[in-house]
């Protein structure tokens, strides 16, 4: 066990059964969801996830209503968005959602996970100052 809980929110099987089976394996708490709608119940429900993995072409929707409704509600949250998308006007708008990831599908493990966590250091506290800069992203390869 490691005390991280991970959420998935993926509406493709495939993907989404290596990711849960991978971080449970690790030891992480797995939550999956397969549409905005669960997804968004499913952080409501709470307990704050510590990672959210994130698909943005979801049966219902968009997955950024999931990054916007992590952002509002000010949640300690680091998201991985996944996108295959080439949409650069939607990449953008997803962009000035400062997610703590892009990837690109198909995703590469174990590459998801942004540490530190907030949730389980930051017991309490939501602290939006003082975050360290990202590692600028790798150009892709293969
Ligand atoms: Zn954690």
Redesign the pocket.
Known sequence: MN???LLIVEDDEGPRDSLRAYYGRSGWDVRVAGTVADGLTSLDAGPEP??LILDLKLPDGDGRAILERVRAEGFRTRVAVCTGSMDLAQLREVALLKPDAMLSKPIRLPGVWIEP?R???GQGERDHGATPTAPAPSPPSG
């Open positions: 005390g991280h809980r510590c990672c966590c949730v389980c250091e």
